[in-house]
């Protein structure tokens, strides 16, 4: 993902300078050291990181957002822990991250229809 990033699209490994790529696989490091029993500490201290930031790193979107995001908003348990109080930041910067035309457009082509339940089909004239 590093080397994808750093070759094929430089601009999301930081706005080009050395001290920002550093910062941003620093928090490449932070996302994929985020397991079931250090999410809510690391979570908590992600979003005192965001309180004063509207990206990971510079002014726009890099693989450090992405991998963040990926790491609280893909768990099962983010909608709950986006409504503490604690998390605040972390919530307001994950929305912002969501509404990237981007990102919304991945999360849209990738969603799945409402009525699918694990592999099988619930409801609908489709449902057994």
């Known amino acids: ?27 490449l490091d932070f996302a994929f050291a985020v397991t079931p029993a250090t999410y809510m500490a690391a979570a908590e201290r992600a979003s005192k990181a965001m309180a004063l930031r509207s990206h990971c790193v510079g002014h726009s979107l890099s693989l450090a957002d992405l ?26 910067w994950a929305a912002l991250i969501a509404c990237d035309p981007a990102v919304a457009a991945t999360r849209a082509a990738h969603a799945r229809p409402a009525y699918f339940k694990g592999d099988r089909m619930e409801g609908g004239k489709d449902a057994k």
């Open 1 to 27: 993902m590093r080397y994808f990033a750093r070759s094929a699209k430089p601009e999301l490994y930081g706005e080009g300078s050395a001290a920002q790529a550093a910062e941003v696989d620093m928090w």
């Open 67 to 92: 991998a963040l995001w990926a790491a609280f908003c893909g768990a099962a348990r983010w909608g709950a822990a986006s409504r503490r109080p604690e998390l605040a930041h972390l919530a307001r």
